[in-house]
RNA sequence: GGGGGGUUAGCUCAGUUGGGAGAGCGUCAGGAUCGCACCCUGAAGGUCAGGGGUUCAAAUCCCCUACCCUCCA
């Protein structure tokens, strides 16, 4: 049975049980930082689950995509080395949210199993949670598997937990008995063992507790099923495969791989499988990420899609692969899977140029290593070590970015090994060092979310002012029940107009009316969904948890979000119309007073293109097209050309934005009621943000209006300043330019003539001693630019002596430079004078005994001062000639 | 969030205990050539990322900020 038929089997089979059937949902999880990625099936109903958010139907089947790495469970490092790990892959499963539990869960299980696709039960096992006498007994009875077939597991693997609280309950795996073949042989190997002779391919999770903050169990009154079957697995087992990649799921990838090298894929069994496997595994991780809108980056998610992609190319390496190799796989992949996700065909042209651009950086880095590693293998051999260290490597590595796997291949040739274990050291303490450093993540709300029994009633698109009833106040870690003028709070009421932050606009601010009281409200946030809470000080009075309160808006802060947030989606509408259908919004940050937009677009836009955007926009604005605003179900608006990105969930009714001819996007947010509404718009700037990302700021309504007068004033002043009539000033600003540059030019030319006169002046204050020719003269001059010009000329006219020239600016500073000609630097070295003369001048002075430069204050009289110098410089140049 | 490295001419980069801002390529002008690439001569082009500090003196040393590269969480 090909993967295709399995999909198909398991949406059928559930449908055919009444389950809704939910498409996958985003890798990236909506709303939740502790995520990294959707990494199990349930991750999209975790809201439902919890209780927080209505499940799609009682009854749902998907099969879910998924990506594992990074975070707690992380087997990036096991990849290809094992049969059965990946970064990426498909889960399925059924579940029932207070519906249905055990005794049909094991029934639906054990049929499509044993009925759907064919297998025997006499290959099957089951585990069960080491007390949970119903779910063996239901095995039995319904499933009729034999009580010498059903293992009792512990906690570790036959428990299952969200997090510390909430729900959980014991769970009971299926297992398929591959044959001794797969065993490793062990005389204890059993169920439960870690090789692959018992393997494990569908969870049942039945949720029946929720345990609190103390860790105290209570049954749940409508108890949950969460099942998770991995669809590699399955298919496998199913098509009789060694391992998961020997299935119809990852072969025609290693044909292609192998098409381009010279190793040949053994299934399996040749040398250099595990960098097929490597490969193959990341190159379906790296095209779902990137098609997600994710691009490589060093940090975070984007960060584990980097190392993703950077390790399917040293893996490549192994093989002999000529680069770019990742856009072609990540195409014939995509083709693969085509039929399950019809959608991705249409990004594939920006994946594969993310993809490319990423493959082109990293040859670069590698490019930019091989000579800092030649350079430190040619040390080490100079000290006679040819040892490259592990404090080498790493910095290779964590500066560079240079695997040691790459430095291993080079310092062979080059006759130098590696102290990999000094390397492993040193890499060890450096994750250390992340982990301790490690704040975890955002701070959360003190109150936990099960605190409010229903969600906070947003009456903001409507109304800008209503009362509702102050359900909860907090201040610090702690509820309060009432809070007094001058304290920081959270408040939480039953009905609110103000728009928590989210879909990058920000959160309303405000005033908050209690009938003793009055809180200015600073911003707004959603700690949990459905929940609003406000932050805000106590600015007069007392207001008391209870109480109703009248709650308003800022009027003039919302009405700035508003044609910001309208102008966002105008923009991102001109962005796709001027530069393209790639372009995808990955980012946007919608204030009062301005926008941000990062999008994905890979290069610099040009000032035309910049100015066709703007003009777009703003014809749209004088369109005065109305801003329509509808529920519609999610299938209906993305029928309907709505743009729909990362970061959505199962929600069935969504809010759609669409303004006439221009732009279709689901969207949370406040708008203005008609384009006209915005006034005007102007991009400010256009910058990168990250490879293959943009971002633009602009401004739009009263703030655009507020940045022309500006510009205008500016303008004025400059107009003002120039003295000339508007439309001259680039003139004149040439003019100035130009006449500015002759006058330097003649100025240059009259300072050469004049030192060219002052040198002889200069040269007859000049005297000899033993032997030397020696200058000290003061002049004027206002930098040292001017005393260097001298100093030049002078140094034509002495072949064999010292100047030191004394600068007076005017002011209080004095600069000195002082010159010896060539042989004198052990006889007479000037800086040793200038350092002197400097000090006696209450200043510091040195440098080279060649050329020596220092400052210090004017003295009271300067022919005492020079009189002095001279004399001890005539001593010392006569007892230097004595003594040599 | 925590480290490491970086930011100097349009581009690629050098700049060594702090002491006169450079090279190659590119651009422009002139020369040479039937012509082109090359070649020869010359010129223009710099807030040494930004800010603060130390110093007589900072591209250089110290601190802060921004951005880029890179590793870890």
Not at 241 to 259: H, Q, R, V
Request: glycine share 10%; hydrophobic share 40%; aromatic share 8%.
């Amino acid at each position: 049975m090909d993967s295709l038929r399995i999909r198909q089997s398991f949406h059928g089979f559930f449908e055919g049980a009444g389950h809704r059937r939910v498409p996958s949902a985003s890798l990236i999880p909506p709303g939740d930082a502790t995520l990294l990625f959707t990494n199990a099936g349930m991750v999209p109903f975790k809201d439902a689950f919890l209780g927080s958010e209505a499940p799609p139907a009682p009854r749902c089947v998907s099969v879910q995509r998924c990506v594992r790495a990074g975070g707690k469970h992380n087997d990036l490092d096991r990849v290809g080395f094992t049969r059965r790990h990946h970064t990426f892959f498909e889960m399925m499963g059924n579940f029932s949210f207070g519906d249905y539990f055990k005794k049909e869960a094991i029934a639906f299980a054990w049929e499509y199993l044993t009925k759907t696709v064919g297998l025997s039960p006499s290959v099957l096992w089951v585990t069960v949670f080491t007390d949970d006498d119903e779910a063996a007994a239901l095995w039995k009875s319904v499933a009729g598997v034999d009580p010498s077939r059903i293992v009792r597991l512990g906690e570790k693997d036959n428990f299952w937990q969200m997090g510390n609280t909430g729900p959980c309950g014991p769970c009971s795996e299926i297992l398929v008995d591959q044959g001794p073949a797969f065993s490793c042989g062990r005389p204890t190997c059993a169920v439960g063992c870690d090789c692959d002779r018992y393997l494990e391919i569908w969870n049942l999770v039945f949720m029946q507790y929720d345990r609190n903050d103390a860790g105290v169990l209570t049954r749940l009154p409508r108890p949950s099923i969460d099942t998770g079957m991995g669809l590699e697995r399955l298919a496998s087992v199913l098509q009789g495969a060694e391992s998961n990649f020997e299935t119809d799921l990852f072969l025609p990838l290693m044909e292609a791989i192998g098409k381009n090298t010279r190793i040949p894929y053994g299934r399996g069994k040749g040398e250099k499988d595990f960098a097929y496997r490597v490969i193959a595994d990341h190159v379906r991780a790296s095209t779902f990420l990137v098609w997600e809108g994710l691009v490589p980056s060093n940090e975070g998610r984007g960060y584990v899609l980097r190392r993703f992609i950077r390790r399917a190319m040293q893996f490549s390496l192994d093989l002999g692969l000529p680069t770019p190799f990742l856009p072609d796989l990540s195409r014939r992949f995509s083709e693969l899977m085509a039929s399950p996700y019809p959608e991705l065909s249409a990004g594939m042209d920006r994946v594969v140029s993310v993809l490319a651009s990423e493959e082109e950086r990293f040859m670069k880095t590698l490019e930019t290593g091989l000579p800092l590693v030649q350079e430190l293998a040619q040390a080490a051999k100079k000290r006679g070590e040819a040892v490259l260290s592990g404090e080498e490597l790493f910095w290779l590595y964590d500066t560079h970015g240079i695997p040691v796997d790459v430095v291993m291949d080079w310092a062979a040739p080059l006759g130098v090994t590696l102290d990999t274990e000094g390397f492993t050291a040193r890499m060890g303490e450096q994750k250390e060092q992340g982990r301790r450093s490690w704040t975890g993540g955002r701070p959360t709300f003190p109150v936990p979310a099960s605190r409010l029994s229903a969600p906070v009633l947003f009456e903001g698109y409507e109304r800008l002012e209503s009362s509702g009833r102050l359900l909860l106040l907090v201040s610090g870690d702690r509820e309060i029940p009432s809070a007094r003028e001058g304290e920081e709070i959270w408040a939480v009421t039953d009905v609110s107009p103000f728009y928590p932050e989210g879909g990058g606009q920000v959160g309303d601010r405000g005033r908050l009316v209690a009938p003793g009281g009055a809180v200015e409200i600073s911003g707004a946030y959603r700690p949990y969904p459905g929940w609003i809470a406000l932050r805000g000080t106590v600015t007069t009075g007392t207001v008391s948890s209870g109480e109703t309160v009248r709650l308003e808006v800022d009027r003039s802060l919302r009405a700035g979000a508003r044609v910001h947030h309208t102008a966002t989606h105008l923009l991102h509408a001109a962005l796709r119309k001027v530069l393209g259908a790639h372009v995808r919004q990955a980012g946007s940050l919608v204030l009062p007073d301005r926008l941000r937009f990062d999008f994905s677009h890979g290069e610099p836009i040009s000032e035309s293109k910049l100015r066709e955007i703007e003009a777009t926009v703003n014809l749209w604005i004088g369109e005065g097209a109305p801003v329509g605003v509808s529920e519609k179900s999610k299938a209906e608006a993305l029928s309907g050309g709505a743009m729909a990105f990362f970061g959505e969930k199962y929600g069935d009714r969504v809010r759609v934005v669409e303004i006439p001819g221009m732009s279709v996007e689901l969207c949370g947010g406040t708008h203005a009621g008609s384009t006209s509404e915005i006034g005007s718009f102007f991009i400010l700037s256009e910058s990168g943000v990250a490879a293959g990302t943009r971002r633009i700021e602009a401004v739009a309504g009263a703030s655009a209006t507020r940045t022309a007068i500006e510009w205008r004033e500016e303008l004025l002043r400059i107009r003002e300043e120039l003295k000339v009539p508007s439309g001259r000033i680039l003139d004149r600003i040439s003019a100035d330019r130009s006449e500015r540059e002759s006058l330097e030019r003649e100025l240059a030319s009259h300072k050469s003539r004049l030192f060219d006169l002052e040198t002889e002046t200069l040269l007859a204050d000049s005297f000899e001693a033993g032997g030397l020719r020696i200058l000290v003269a003061d002049i004027e001059c206002r930098d040292l630019a001017d005393l260097r010009l001298r100093m030049d000329i002078l140094k034509g006219r002495i072949p064999k002596g010292a100047v030191i020239l004394a600068g007076r600016s005017g002011g209080d500073r004095v600069l000195l430079l002082g010159w010896a000609s060539s042989d004198l630097e052990k006889r007479f070295p000037v800086n040793v004078w200038v350092r002197t003369m400097a000090q006696t001048l209450g200043g510091r002075g040195g440098g080279r005994p060649l050329w020596a430069e220092g400052g210090g204050s004017p003295p009271p009289s300067w022919p005492d001062f020079l009189r002095e110098i001279r004399s001890a410089m005539r001593d010392a140049a006569e007892n230097a000639q004595g003594g040599s």
